[in-house]
């Protein structure tokens, strides 16, 4: 009497159980895809694409890969697709908030479409900066996020040579139109300026970051004289802070500021972390705000809306900012149309740290 053929055991996945699959140390996308009973494509499309492909098969599929312990030949996979699936970001420092979101915001889109997300920081350092690009084209990306315009000719010449499609963030003008994602960064700082002037403020003291290989900063800074200049006015007084965030340093500076015989009305900070040090060290000495001296800032962060006298600002559309970039370097390595909309505005948040003075000025 023969027995009937026994039946193979399946886990809840469908993944077949004991020792149907034996761990191999060569293991390739065909053994996955037959032991997952789909074909390769499927498994590259739940590797790349998961949103495309059943909870159901996706879950089997990545039982197979985690029981034969497969790791994708990125290098195979490349010289197939001529694409690596990596995006390299280089961003002058990961502790500004708006650049941490942007780069959150891109790795969520890139991760949609089956790309990876490779970060650097340049430290504001434009050596750094190319290096870094060098070691991402070394590695074969697909495309570079970079910040700002002005980056040395040698990186210039080096994405182009090797034909790597890039975008620049956190600044627009309408002669680097198709080429920059973000704000007109001298406009946004230009109606700041305006904003405190039709209030009645004359006397408009600055505390702004170093614009050395910052030009988005500078361009701040330009939209700020232009203002002030448009009325004949200039800053009243003007200081420049060695570090970037520091919100112990902008304290400092603001005390030098309204201990002056005749001390602004108004202050423009160059960052959100330069208006917080500049209102803790205010009511430190007893002064109102805005009674006293109105106090703006640049980008916003959590604390400045939850302080003693909230402070108003200009909110960066970061999250916009990271979407469009993805979307534009994506269009481009998958050689698919766009419509991408390059200027990002950004939008004047007006809190009780801004009024008029308490006498009118000449």
């Known amino acids: 009497m023969t027995s009937a053929p026994k039946r193979k055991r399946t886990s809840k996945t469908g993944t077949p159980t004991g020792t149907e699959i034996v761990a191999r140390t060569s293991v390739g996308l065909r053994d996955v895809a037959k032991a997952a009973g789909v074909s390769t494509a499927t498994v590259s499309r739940a590797i790349n694409k998961p949103d495309i492909v059943s909870e159901e098969l996706r879950l089997r599929i990545e039982a197979v890969i985690e ?6 030949d990125a290098a195979a996979r490349a010289l197939s697709t001529r694409r690596s699936g990596a995006v390299g970001a280089v961003f002058p420092t990961l502790t500004h908030g ?13 991760l949609a479409e089956g790309f990876t997300l490779l970060l650097a920081c340049s430290e504001y350092d434009p050596e750094q900066e190319l290096r870094q690009v060098r070691k991402f ?9 970079l910040v700002g315009n002005e980056h040395l ?12 499609p890039s975008i620049n963030t956190f600044v627009y003008n309408q002669a680097t139109h198709g080429r920059s994602i973000g704000p007109d960064n ?18 408009i003291g600055v505390i702004w970051q ?12 330009a939209g700020v004289s232009d203002a002030l200049s448009a009325h004949g006015l200039s800053a009243w007084p003007y200081q ?11 304290k400092s500076l603001l005390r030098r500021m309204m201990s002056t015989d005749s001390p602004p009305t108004a202050i423009i ?9 500049a209102e803790l060290e205010a009511l430190a000495m007893g002064l109102s705000i805005p009674g006293d001296v109105s106090i703006i800032g640049y980008d916003d962060i959590e604390i400045m809306s939850e302080l003693p006298v909230p402070i108003s600002t200009v909110r960066v559309p970061s999250d916009q900012i990271g979407t469009r970039a993805a979307s534009h370097i994506l269009a481009r390595i998958l050689g698919r149309e766009e419509d991408t909309q390059f200027e990002c505005k950004p939008e004047l948040v007006l809190r009780a740290s801004t009024a008029p003075p308490r006498s009118p000025q000449a």
């Open 269 to 277: 900070c160059g960052n959100s972390y330069h208006a917080v040090g």
């Open 153 to 164: 000719p040698e990186l210039e010449k080096l994405l182009s040579r090797q034909k790597v």
């Open 210 to 221: 170093s614009v050395a290989n910052n030009d988005r900063a500078a361009e701040r800074l």
């Open 137 to 145: 084209v070394e590695r074969g990306v697909d495309g570079i996020v």
């Open 67 to 72: 029981h034969l312990g497969w790791v994708p």
């Open 98 to 110: 708006d650049f941490a979101r942007t780069a959150t915001i891109l790795q969520h889109e890139l």
């Open 240 to 250: 420049i802070a060695k570090e970037l965030s520091s919100i112990g340093e902008a």
């Open 186 to 203: 001298r406009k946004a700082l230009f109606d700041v300026t305006n904003y405190l002037i039709e209030l009645g403020h004359r006397r």
